[in-house]
DNA sequence: ACCTGAACACCGTTCAAGT
DNA sequence: ACCTGAACACCGTTCAAGT
């Protein structure tokens, strides 16, 4: 396949003439796994590319949009993860469990990046559409998977929406906590995630119910 | 009761002679709310006061220790507001689920503050001792709950820790979502913490297990 | 179109100096 | 002890100018 006619020019780097945008998107993810987020500064940015530090104007709006598109390729990557252990689990009730513990492994792998895609964006959804377009797709996964179960007899037959959001709510919940050190050790993650996801299927609740009372004890 | 010593003197605030630690956190406090965290200035807090926008280091070591004492006022806070939702609500199963809309209404209620409450501290909760000290009792106010939910055979009597985290992360995950808009709507928040404390007791898992194979189906 | 470089209006923090 | 004011080393962003 041919090279687009454009010549490979004298420009020291690569990412001049189009793909600058990428070059920064990269650059910007790099420094925020190394740093995080309040390391990330548009002049060293433009200094490592070896590009002027306004250069990123031509690209990105501000700073928060840049932010805003690292955020949108985590939601990509989020849903590539949620996607592929729901398929490779063979889309059953362990792959449900599959789903979750990529989801928290994938915040524990990337506890920055994960931090931008929630970092108070209320209003960053509204001025980059495919912020939110990107968000809820990653969603999308969770609410497939929950539909495919509930067809199967799996799940309760309940509103998939309000179950899948319930679900997010949790994992969303043991990751935060998780990146945030407020589980006393990196075991205690995979730990919890055990106990929570059984528990998300049963409940905490002491089996005296409706449904139980007309059966004999034991 | 007589006042110290100390004569009311001619400095123009009140706050000066020892509190302007109070005043320095409560203005900080106030500015989170107006503006959110990136809105905190020294500077900003300083002229506010009335004082110069160095005097914050004879009080704080740095910004950070400023944001850092915020968040363990809010968790402070927060305790109050989960052991009164506990207490008022008479110690029962109504009680734990009043304490689960305290804890998200707190999040809505105060969501900047909540924010720098668990805005990545991963370390200043080794810096601050405080800090830790106080997520840790908010966190205890759950535990106690759980642990005389079990007592009374409401709940399943499992790890108190693990069931407290768990719900915790719940918790936790509704008030993100909410504070961050990604729920629809504000009315939203209301069915998804029904829905989640319902489904916290019971489960999303159809009843076919075990325990219920033995009974007569309907 | 794409990038530059100087300039502007901000930051947090340090430090010698005042009382 | 507590506070000040100048200074330092940073920021994001704008804008006229270059190619």
Redesign the pocket.
């Known amino acids: 396949m041919p090279r687009p006619t454009r010549t490979a020019s004298k420009?020291r780097r690569a990412?001049?003439?189009?793909n600058?945008?990428r070059a920064l998107l990269d650059e910007a993810l790099a420094t925020i796994r190394a740093e995080g987020v309040e390391?990330?500064?548009?002049?060293?940015?433009?200094a490592r590319l070896?590009?002027?530090?306004?250069?990123?104007?031509?690209?990105?709006?501000?700073?928060?949009?840049?932010l805003a598109a690292v955020a949108t390729e985590g939601f990509r990557m989020l849903r590539e993860r949620l996607v592929a252990a729901w398929e490779e689990g063979n889309r059953g009730d362990d792959a449900f469990h599959a789903m979750g513990v990529a989801y928290v492994q994938f915040a524990v792998d990337n506890p920055s990046h994960y931090r931008v895609m929630f970092g108070g964006f209320v209003d960053a959804q509204a001025r980059d559409p495919e912020l939110g377009t990107e968000a809820r797709g990653a969603f999308q996964a969770l609410v497939d998977a929950v539909v495919a179960l509930q067809r199967d007899g799996v799940f309760l037959a309940e509103d998939a929406v309000l179950m899948s959001t319930h679900t997010w709510a949790l994992v969303h919940g043991v990751a935060m906590l998780a990146i945030d050190g407020q589980l006393p050790g990196p075991a205690d993650v995979d730990a919890l995630m055990r106990y929570s996801f059984r528990r998300l299927r049963t409940g905490i609740l002491v089996n005296t119910g409706t449904s139980r009372v007309a059966c004999a004890p034991g």
Do not use: E, N, P
């Not at 990412?15 to 189009?18: E, S, V």
């Not at 390391?39 to 433009?46: A, E, Q, S, W, Y």
């Not at 070896?50 to 840049?66: E, I, M, N, P, Q």
């Open positions: 420009s990412y001049h003439h189009g600058l945008r390391g990330v500064t548009l002049r060293d940015i433009g070896g590009v002027s530090r306004t250069a990123l104007y031509r690209h990105f709006a501000d700073k928060r949009a840049l």
